[in-house]
């Protein structure tokens, strides 16, 4: 009787993590608010602070 072999455990794929606030895309948009009543004046591309652009959690 042959003994078992212990089984490898398939390696698990690493993907990158999607980072949540940008979902992948590394910009956000924000409201953009002018004057002292801040009325908003549209919506602006940025980059994302979370991943700083990568599209990728840092965690
Ligand atoms: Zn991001």
């Known amino acids: ?3 078992k072999k212990p089984r490898k455990a398939p390696a ?3 993907e990158p ?3 949540k606030p940008c979902k992948g ?3 956000v948009s924000r409201a ?3 004057g002292r009543k801040r009325r ?3 919506q602006q591309t940025g980059i994302c602070l979370a991943c700083l652009g990568s599209g990728e959690a840092t965690d």
């Open 40 to 42: 908003p004046a549209g």
């Open 12 to 14: 698990p794929v690493l």
């Open 32 to 34: 953009v608010y002018v």
């Open 17 to 19: 993590a999607e980072c």
């Open 1 to 3: 009787m042959a003994a």
């Open 25 to 27: 895309a590394g910009e």
